[in-house]
């Protein structure tokens, strides 16, 4: 009985990978080191939006290790999330969306070249 509460509790817990389409945009103005706004749209397979899940962005830079910059976004309107984030420097960046909703999750990744 106890290991059927435990196969129960850790299927609980399983995330399966979503068929969302996930997208990104960044100002045409953003800078290196300026506050910047990431805009995020989750859609579903069939084009409707995602509302409701839990969304973060992770910054890293493609040629220098200078870590991980994660930023939640917030909802602004269903399926479109916003996260205020920093690029610390010039050069080509991997941005990370990250998105989860109930058991359904999905992860793409991008890359932005920081001109200035």
Same mark, same amino acid.
């Given at each position: 009985m106890r290991s059927l509460?435990?196969?129960? =509790?850790?299927? #609980?817990? *399983? !995330?399966? +990978?979503?068929?969302?389409? $996930?997208?990104?945009? @960044?100002?045409? %103005?953003?800078?290196?080191?300026?506050?910047?706004?990431?805009?995020?749209?989750?859609?579903? =397979?069939?084009? #409707?939006? *995602? !509302?409701? +899940?839990?969304?973060?962005? $992770?910054?890293?830079? @493609?040629?220098? %290790?200078?870590?991980?910059?994660?930023?939640p976004a917030k909802q602004v309107k269903p399926g479109v999330y916003q996260a205020k984030t920093n690029f610390i420097m010039v050069g080509l960046w991997q941005i990370e969306v990250r998105a989860k909703k109930g058991t359904e999750t999905v992860s793409k990744k991008f890359r932005h070249d920081v001109k200035e």
């Open positions: 509460l435990l196969l129960l =509790a850790a299927s #609980a817990s *399983v !995330a399966f +990978a979503a068929d969302w389409k $996930v997208e990104y945009s @960044v100002p045409k %103005d953003a800078k290196a080191n300026f506050d910047t706004q990431l805009t995020v749209t989750v859609k579903d =397979a069939k084009g #409707a939006p *995602v !509302a409701g +899940a839990e969304v973060e962005t $992770v910054l890293t830079m @493609v040629e220098m %290790d200078h870590g991980e910059f994660k930023s």
